[in-house]
C-alpha cells in the first residue's frame, strides 16, 4: 500500500511500502488503528533506516486529536530497559514487598519509583530519584512506603537501562514468589497457568498505569472452551484490581487472556494447600500490541470507582 494511499485505506496496517513507494513488507500486515470517523485520522510514515519504520497518527482515545508515534518492523523487537511495571504486590497482612532493581551498566543511574495501589496512585518524594552505582543492585522495600492489599509498581530510569523484578513474601516467609516485570502496557495480556480446583486458588493482577481509565474483558480457556470473566469493569488511572478466577470457573487447568481499552500490565498468581506455597507470572504480551507513544497531547485526569479486589 503506497504512503498516499494509506490516508484513505479503512485500518492502518503495518505498511507495505515506505515514503519512496519502495516495497518493504508483505501486503496485510497487522492493524495499528482503525482509520476513519472520530477513531483515527492522518496517518504518516517515514523509514527509520533499520528496516523498520516510524508511524504517526491522530487519533481521540482521549477525548482530544492527540499525536501518536509507533516504530513498527517485521520483526519484534523488545522496549529499551528504562521503564519497568510490576502488577503484583502486597503490603498487609503479613506479605511483603520487595523491588529488585540491577544497573548492568558503566555509569551510576537514578530511578523514579511509584506505585498504583487501590486508592491511587502514590509517588514518594524520597523515590524520586533513588540512587543505583553501576554494577550494583537496590533493594527497595514496598512496606516502608505503602500499606495496601493492593499494590502494582512502576520503576523509570530516565538516563540509563536497567532490570528489575518483584519478590513477595508470606506467612511469615514460609513462601515467597517472584516475577521480572514488564517493559511496556500492553492492550492484550495472555496467562496459560491456572488453577480452581481442589484447594487451588488464581488471581489476576492488572494494573492501569496510565492516565485515564480502561475498560478490561476477561476471558477464561477451559477445556470446554471460553468462560466470560469480568467485561466491561472500569479500571480508574493509577490503579490496581485483583480478579480471582475462583468465582468464574472450576478447572484443573485454564488459561486467561485479558483485553484493555487502553494499555494495562496484568501478572498471575497460584496459591495451593490452604496458601502453604504460590507461585506469580507476568503474562505474555504481543510486541505488536505495545503502547505507542503520545508525542503531543492534551491530557485530562479522570478517576471513578473500583471494585475491591480479594486475596
Known amino acids: 500500500m503506497a504512503l498516499a494511499a494509506l490516508a484513505a485505506a479503512s485500518v492502518l496496517p503495518v505498511p507495505a511500502r515506505c515514503a519512496t513507494a519502495v516495497p518493504q513488507w508483505k501486503e496485510n500486515g497487522i492493524a495499528l488503528r482503525e482509520i476513519g470517523g472520530?477513531?483515527?485520522?492522518?496517518?504518516?510514515?517515514?523509514?527509520?533506516?533499520?528496516?523498520?519504520?516510524?508511524?504517526?497518527?491522530?487519533?481521540?482515545?482521549?477525548?482530544?486529536?492527540?499525536?501518536y508515534a509507533q516504530r513498527i518492523s517485521d520483526a519484534?523487537?523488545?522496549?529499551?530497559?528504562?521503564?519497568?511495571?510490576?502488577?503484583?504486590?502486597?503490603?498487609?497482612?503479613?506479605?511483603?514487598?520487595?523491588?529488585?532493581?540491577?544497573?548492568?551498566?558503566?555509569?551510576?543511574?537514578?530511578?523514579?519509583?511509584?506505585?498504583?495501589?487501590?486508592?491511587g496512585k502514590v509517588a514518594p518524594?524520597?523515590?524520586?530519584?533513588?540512587?543505583?552505582?553501576?554494577?550494583s543492585r537496590r533493594t527497595i522495600k514496598a512496606n516502608d512506603w505503602v500499606n495496601t492489599f493492593e499494590l502494582s509498581a512502576h520503576v523509570f530510569c530516565p538516563d540509563g537501562e536497567v532490570v528489575v523484578e518483584r519478590s513477595m513474601y508470606g506467612g511469615d516467609r514460609n513462601w515467597a514468589t517472584n516475577s521480572m516485570g514488564a517493559p511496556a502496557p500492553s492492550r492484550e495480556w495472555y496467562l496459560a497457568e491456572g488453577c480452581t480446583q481442589g484447594d487451588m486458588e488464581t488471581f489476576l493482577l492488572v494494573q492501569n498505569p496510565g492516565g485515564e481509565p480502561v475498560k478490561l474483558d476477561v476471558t477464561f480457556m477451559g477445556s470446554s472452551g471460553p468462560v466470560d470473566g469480568p467485561q466491561g469493569f472500569v479500571l480508574a488511572p493509577g490503579h490496581r484490581v485483583t480478579f480471582k478466577?475462583?468465582?468464574?470457573?472450576?478447572?484443573?487447568?485454564?488459561?486467561?487472556?485479558?483485553?484493555?481499552?487502553?494499555?494495562?500490565v496484568c501478572e498471575r498468581a497460584v496459591y495451593g494447600n490452604g496458601r502453604?506455597?504460590?507461585?506469580?507470572?507476568?503474562?505474555?504480551?504481543?510486541?505488536?500490541?505495545?503502547?505507542?507513544?503520545?508525542?503531543?497531547?492534551?491530557?485530562?485526569?479522570?478517576s471513578g470507582p473500583r471494585r475491591a479486589g480479594s486475596r
Open 245 to 264: 478466577a475462583n468465582d468464574f470457573i472450576a478447572e484443573w487447568g485454564f488459561s486467561a487472556v485479558v483485553r484493555a481499552s487502553r494499555p494495562v
Open 125 to 135: 518524594p524520597e523515590l524520586r530519584a533513588v540512587s543505583v552505582p553501576a554494577h
Open 76 to 119: 519484534p523487537h523488545p522496549p529499551a530497559l528504562t521503564t519497568w511495571y510490576l502488577a503484583e504486590g502486597c503490603t498487609q497482612g503479613d506479605m511483603e514487598t520487595f523491588l529488585l532493581v540491577q544497573n548492568p551498566g558503566d555509569g551510576d543511574v537514578a530511578v523514579a519509583i511509584e506505585f498504583d495501589t487501590e486508592q
Open 38 to 67: 472520530s477513531n483515527a485520522m492522518s496517518p504518516c510514515m517515514v523509514p527509520d533506516g533499520a528496516g523498520g519504520a516510524i508511524v504517526a497518527w491522530q487519533d481521540q482515545r482521549s477525548g482530544f486529536w492527540d499525536i
Open 276 to 302: 502453604a506455597w504460590a507461585h506469580d507470572s507476568i503474562g505474555h504480551a504481543p510486541y505488536r500490541d505495545l503502547a505507542p507513544t503520545c508525542l503531543w497531547g492534551r491530557r485530562e485526569r479522570a
